[in-house]
């Protein structure tokens, strides 16, 4: 439902991006793994319009994206969860969520909608702070307002970048937990992580980046049987 | 010290014209991260459109009061569109740049067409009278702007802290970017508030002429103070905009009549002072 052909992104005079390409099936939950610096972020950002690849195409459900700003980006249904939990730290907790709703309208068209209630129901610990700002929450928290405040959006795809990055180990299960009940609920995953051991328990297939291009794409037998691809891209 | 509640009421009133001209500047700095030096220039030409107004539509002067902040809300859009939209690529320095040559050639195009000298405009009959407030006689026209301010302030905190539109505002302030990837059009968003901004500003300037004579420095003049109380009041906060408004019009006020040699220096002192307590101003967020 989603492919990138050999896209070349820039930062400022850096080529980050030096043709990666990548697909992802409806209903995966696929992993970008690779070291600092490597391109896995711009590769999100780039998907989702707020890098603009130089070259390439990017097609969603058929459509080429390319060149299409964000917001048009995320109405076509594709959702991004940035790194470093970017909530609105002066919005409460809820207006938070409302930002999420695409025109500030909750439709409820089927069962699988993401609404509001849903989001308390399944996550209490928001409701408890429903009024709070933002900025006080605990970064479990946050991060789990980060994703779902993109559910609400009801996207078919969500881009995830780094969400386990600087969490205690006990809450980096319980937001891949999350992300595993989010991809059975329908919704096709794309995420970046550095911590292959976390991700290895959720992914369903895995693509490994260095220097801007994919150098390994795999499922999990095979990553964990292709040692040295591993130990030449992963491990420090 | 019988003056002091006149002095009182005279900071109010440049209180209510600081805010009105701080109230844009400061959600179009917290959004789009660019310091607007044309701002002011925007105040300066609603003060100018409607003294040309009133000159060829005698005494118009509620005529003009509702025509120059429509006609300068196209001028900003058109700037935000045409000019700052195309310059946000390249950064912040060029942005910066940019309203900065704007703001010095909507100066000397002021100068050219109005020329380069003070112009007094009279107080709209109405207004043009005295009433007994607290013990003394004051001018109605001061407190006429202290209520538009008053009433501006209030109808903008009703549409940022309880409309969907303020929310996203407000986000906007936060983190833009993200906005954008959330499905809200902030390009769009942008356009609207410097817009705005710039009709809020039209709208002092033809409130200002009437109280200050007009002239082509009179843009300069407030962009100081409006400087200051967006710092004090912290980038992005419209609470903090009207609490540094009128710490800055009392200060300017009172500094008159206590420390007429100083007035002008107690405001950065007080700008200075906030900066070392507080750096982000007073209810400004960490950036």
């Known amino acids: 439902m989603l492919e990138v052909k050999n896209i070349h992104s820039y930062y400022g005079k850096s080529h980050v991006l030096q043709g990666t390409s990548l697909d992802l099936k409806e209903g995966e939950l696929v992993c970008l793994l690779g070291r600092n610096g490597v391109g896995k972020s711009t590769t999100l950002k780039s998907i989702m319009g707020v890098v603009n690849p130089n070259q390439g195409s990017i097609c969603f459900n058929n459509q080429e994206i390319v060149g299409m700003k964000p917001f048009q980006i995320a109405r076509l249904g594709i959702g991004y969860v940035p790194e470093d939990r970017r909530i609105f730290r002066s919005l409460t907790v809820h207006e938070n969520l409302l930002m999420g709703i695409k025109g500030g309208k909750q439709k409820n068209a089927g069962t699988d909608d993401w609404t509001v209630d849903r989001v308390y129901k399944l996550f209490p610990n928001l409701k408890e702070r429903k009024n709070s700002k933002g900025a006080y929450l605990s970064g479990g928290e946050q991060q789990m307002l980060t994703v779902v405040r993109t559910l609400l959006g009801n996207p078919r795809v969500i881009l995830v970048d780094e969400p386990t990055e600087g969490l205690a180990p006990l809450i980096v299960k319980d937001v891949l937990d999350m992300l595993d009940t989010v991809r059975k609920s329908g919704v096709t995953i794309l995420m970046v992580e550095q911590n292959f051991k976390a991700a290895i328990k959720v992914a369903d297939r895995f693509y490994i980046m260095s220097k801007g291009k994919i150098v390994f794409e795999g499922n999990t037998e095979q990553l964990l049987a292709a040692e040295d691809i591993r130990r030449t891209y992963l491990e420090v | ?287």
């Open chain 2, 1 to 287: 010290m019988s003056d002091i509640p006149v002095f009182f009421l005279h900071g109010l009133a440049y209180a209510g014209l600081l805010f009105l001209v701080s109230a844009g500047l400061t959600l179009v700095f917290g959004m789009m991260n660019v310091l607007n030096f044309a701002h002011a220039a925007m105040y300066m030409l609603g003060a100018y459109f409607s003294y040309s107004i009133m000159l060829h539509a005698t005494g118009q002067f509620w005529l003009s009061l509702m025509l120059c902040p429509v006609i300068l809300f196209v001028i900003g859009g058109l700037i935000e569109r045409f000019l700052l939209r195309r310059v946000h690529a390249l950064g912040h320095v060029q942005e910066l740049l940019l309203t900065f040559g704007l703001a010095y050639i909507i100066t000397e195009a002021v100068k050219w067409f109005w020329g380069n000298y003070p112009i007094a405009i009279n107080i709209p009959g109405v207004l043009n009278t005295t009433i007994q407030i607290f013990g003394i006689t004051y001018p109605v026209y001061r407190l006429f702007i202290l209520c538009c301010a008053v009433i501006v302030g209030l109808v903008m905190a009703i549409i940022l802290f309880k409309t969907r539109l303020g929310i996203i505002l407000r986000a906007a302030v936060n983190d833009s970017e993200t906005v954008n990837t959330l499905g809200v059009n902030v390009p769009l968003v942008f356009l609207g508030v410097f817009a705005f901004g710039a009709a809020l500003s039209g709208f002092a300037g033809v409130i200002a002429g009437p109280l200050l004579t007009i002239y082509p420095g009179m843009a300069q003049e407030i962009l100081i103070d409006a400087f200051v109380v967006i710092v004090v009041g912290g980038f992005g906060s419209l609470g903090g905009a009207v609490i540094a408004a009128l710490f800055i019009g009392e200060l300017q006020s009172f500094g008159v009549l206590l420390f007429p040699k100083l007035s002008m220096a107690l405001v950065y002192m007080l700008m200075a002072a906030i900066l070392v307590i507080k750096p982000s101003g007073l209810f400004g967020e960490k950036q």
